[in-house]
């Protein structure tokens, strides 16, 4: 099976800047995935799509400059604030993995095992592998979260936003969106956009939406509220500039934080292609689901009524978030997951996104419950690629 190498699972933002900066040590590892996939999929299910952070921040890392969103966008005449489009950003991927990472594997990752100090890694083409480490980059795909009252209706009826192959399958049904946040506010949209008619059931009183940020701004707006990769505002500046200060502050206040910061909302530029087009139930929750005919009954409680009422719906969608576990990272090996210490479902982290098992790694939204919100975006990608190629460089064999 060759010699050790390190193996990174995902070709995702995250992914890509690790291996550029490993290779910038001459560290022996492997990438596999195909780039940019989980973002090219977004961007092909619907037009109008675009990020929530800003562009300037939303950066893949290389070790030399040169290679940001903005000097993709720049010389094509594309905004470098916001809104960049999702397409753009794949496209920004792609473009980054040709330049930097050439040397991509475009396979999936069929199971990883523990053997002896080393890991036994086995491809979807059938070849296996020794991995000194493990890297696990696959970022939020198998994570999508639907409720309880949903998880039981078949798929064909009850799917999750990021799952949807195309928008423009639902015109002339009756759909009802799921959720107050960016995910779901985005698919009402786009659903009516291509001839649907969606309704928005939202557990919450009101739709929050976030507020353009001005351009040019005055000093004392600029030291009031600075702009950051994260956002705008002291916590955000705070995050991005003090990226490892987090995973030091105690565990309870640390989660506790995560769960809290960035709560559901929509950007401003969704704002008007969402209200007095689609009609919004708010303090409105899913009690159950059912199937009838090729249809879904939903039963509902709204604003703390006891008696509940009923719709029927072609389809639902779901735009209710991720919810990061390692028991859904199928490739790991059941002995392997549940060696994994954990923080509720999360992989509990050292400080260079090492795992309770010597010589496996979570970076990207997996490392935000022991490093922060930062790490749920692009914008965290810079400090993991440095620190764990850094710390691979300090002891490059599993279990040192």
């Known amino acids: 099976m060759g010699k050790p190498v390190v193996a990174i699972i995902g070709a995702g933002p995250y992914g890509l800047s690790l291996a550029a900066h490993l290779a910038q040590h001459d560290i022996p590892h492997r990438i596999f995935g195909h780039p940019m996939a989980f973002w090219s999929q977004i961007a092909r299910a619907g037009r109008e799509r675009y990020l929530k952070s800003f562009c300037f921040g939303t950066n893949i890392s290389a070790p030399s400059p040169g290679s940001s969103f903005a000097d993709y966008n720049g010389p094509r005449g594309l905004e470098i604030f916001e809104p960049c489009s999702i397409e753009n950003f794949a496209a920004y991927g792609r473009w980054f993995q040709a330049n930097n990472v050439g040397w991509v594997e475009p396979v999936e990752v069929r199971e990883v095992a523990r053997a002896a100090t080393h890991f036994a890694v086995t491809l979807a083409d ?20 639907l409720p309880p009252a949903l998880s039981s209706l078949p798929s064909g009826l009850a799917i999750h936003s990021s799952a ?17 946040g960016q ?43 600075p702009i950051s990769g994260l956002g705008s505002g002291p916590k955000a500046w705070a995050l991005t500039r003090f990226p490892g200060a987090m995973h030091r502050v105690p565990e309870s206040l640390r989660m506790r934080f995560v769960k809290s910061h960035l709560p559901p909302e929509g950007a401003w530029w969704l704002r008007p292609r969402v209200e007095n087009r689609i009609p919004i139930h708010t303090g409105t929750a899913i009690v159950a689901g059912r199937e009838i005919g090729n249809r879904v009954a939903l039963r509902l409680a709204v604003d703390g009524e006891r008696k509940h009422r009923q719709i029927v719906v072609d389809r639902v969608v779901a735009g209710t978030g991720y919810a990061i576990d390692v028991d859904r990272i199928g490739f790991l090996h ?49 400090y993991t690629a440095r620190t764990v190629a850094s710390d691979l460089a300090s002891r490059p064999a599993a279990g040192q």
């Open 334 to 382: 059941p002995a392997l997951r549940s060696a994994v210490d954990r923080r509720e479902r999360s992989p509990r982290l050292d400080a260079g996104f090492q795992s309770s098992v010597p010589g496996l790694r979570f970076i990207g939204p997996a490392s935000a419950m022991s490093f922060g919100p930062l790490f749920r975006f692009v914008v965290g990608a810079d």
């Open 126 to 145: 059938g070849e296996r592998l020794t991995a000194s480490h493990v890297v696990v980059a696959t970022g939020l795909a198998s994570f999508a979260h």
């Open 183 to 225: 995910s779901a506010l985005e698919a009402a949209a786009l659903l009516h956009e291509a001839g649907a008619y969606p309704q928005l059931l939202i557990r919450k009183p009101s739709v929050r939406w976030m507020t353009r940020s001005a351009r040019p701004r005055g000093w004392w707006r600029r030291l009031r509220s």
């Open 164 to 180: 949807v192959a195309e928008f423009a399958a639902f015109k002339g049904l009756d759909v009802a969106v799921v959720g107050a």
